[in-house]
């Protein structure tokens, strides 16, 4: 009985091929050698299991890609799930767009990133994520210019937690370090997680695609000044969270957010243009500030009001290039920030505040 079985699975292998039962060699008695393309399947519907496992995947990702800033867009209608992540890491060549997503398929060979996740390196995990979701592509990325990857899931072939609103609440461990006490483990709390993990060494930041626009465009200060930028003929040829403040108009907004796997409507990019959506702080320092916006200062009636002004505008644009300037002590000693860069106007003087996190 035991050697009918035998011609029988290799005759069906014989006739059905790879596709039909992904043996290699059948041993009898129930044992076979799986081939490496079943193996592989079987291996990545192991390691992702739930979107919020996709979502860490790609995280990962952008850290090992040397990503400083990495930005999740994600937006649900129905049963699917569109996430995009955009990150300022060292991009991909144009010939390993689709290649990356093959298994084995790794730019680690020398090296490999172990975290609380596991292993990182093996050159499984894109393929992983794309084997599980309806789609997986790079939207957009060249060496040197950071990546936009998005990512396309169905809840009913790939579950997700029912609620993706809630944010986690900060505790601390036995040996006093911050951790992630409470919340649902959904979306949000995978991207606290990991940038707690990665503190001082990269900023998540996580939002509707609207929302994260807003954020590029406030966050992201160009290398080009404006003069330069006139004489870009195609905004593609900056790296890929320049282009967003670099648009000059709603039209054009929407034309590169759309390139970079951001769908928007025009009455959005007006509103995003007008200042109308407010950018998100990175979820670290949002899970950590503290300060109290409802309370009003008291009005001092003898202080002399007059003196420099500022327009909001250049006040925004300063903010944000101290911001960037303050990542020279964040990654020297390990601090981020709570809020944005506070820039106060007075008579004779410009202070600015760097509120920083207390548990730094």
Known sequence: MPGDSKDLVDFVAAMGGE???????????????????????????????CVEDVVIEMLR????????NIFVATTREGNVRTT??????????????????EARVTSKLESVHMDRWGIHGRGMALY?????????????????KGSAIRVVTNAKSLGERKDQSTWPSLGKDEDGKQTIATGPH??????????LEERGRC???IGSPAEIVSTIRRRVTPSLDGSALL?????????VLERIPAAADAGELIQVARSLGLEMSERTAHRIIAGQIKPQRNVLSKMTHKSDKSIQRAVDLMRDRRGMKISKSDVEEFSRAVEKDFRILADRYYLSLADDPHIRVSKGKIVITFDVDEAD
């Open 84 to 101: 995009t992540i955009l990150d300022d890491g060292c991009g991909i060549p144009d010939d390993m767009h689709e290649r990356i997503f």
């Open 128 to 144: 992983s994520v794309r084997e599980n979701a309806e789609s997986a592509e790079v939207v957009s990325s060249e060496p040197g």
């Open 186 to 195: 959904n979306i949000i709390r995978t991207c606290c997680e990991f940038a």
């Open 203 to 205: 900023a998540v930041y």
């Open 19 to 49: 596709r039909s039962l992904k043996v290699e060699e059948n041993y009898g008695d129930g044992f076979v050698r799986l081939r490496v393309a079943e193996a592989e399947r079987r291996q990545a519907k192991h390691d992702i299991r």
């Open 231 to 239: 004489f870009v003929d195609d905004l593609s040829e900056l790296p």
């Open 61 to 68: 990702n952008s850290r090992d890609a040397g990503a400083q």
